[in-house]
């Protein structure tokens, strides 16, 4: 089983930059891929970030790319997403999301194991 904690949220003002972290927990993080989802009141859960198992590889969505950054730590099991230039539609619950067998996608039925969010609030 795969548990999952995320941190770092909080309210910030537009500009402002925030970074949120997903602990894991498995033996195995390195062999995991991960992904970054938010969801707003109202919205469906949508893609932000993902990273492949060994951090070479990594994929964003056309509305957080160029601020959003995804990054991990295999060594403390621990995935990131560094979100600059924030804009108060980011304003959302963070997910990280792990699929043990290190396939990355932009799709969260791809995932199996969930964290259970961390609140992002932009100001304006």
């Known amino acids: 089983q795969v548990q999952l904690v995320e941190s770092g949220g909080g309210l910030v003002q537009a500009g402002g930059s925030l970074r949120l972290s997903c602990a894991a927990s498995?033996?195995?993080?390195?062999?995991?891929?991960m992904g970054w989802f938010r969801q707003a009141p109202g919205k469906e859960r949508e893609f932000a970030a993902a990273?492949?198992?060994?951090?070479?590889?990594?994929y964003y969505a056309d509305s957080v790319k160029g601020r959003f950054t995804i990054s991990r730590d295999n060594a403390k099991n621990t995935v990131y997403l560094q979100m600059n230039s924030l804009k108060p539609e980011d304003t959302a619950v963070y997910y990280c999301?792990?699929?043990?067998?290190?396939?990355?996608?932009?799709?969260?039925?791809?995932?199996?194991?969930w964290g259970q969010g961390t609140q992002v609030t932009v100001s304006s």
């Open positions: 498995g033996r195995t993080f390195s062999n995991y891929a």
């Open positions: 990273i492949t198992w060994s951090g070479s590889n990594t």
């Open positions: 999301a792990a699929d043990t067998g290190g396939r990355t996608s932009s799709s969260p039925t791809m995932y199996p194991y």
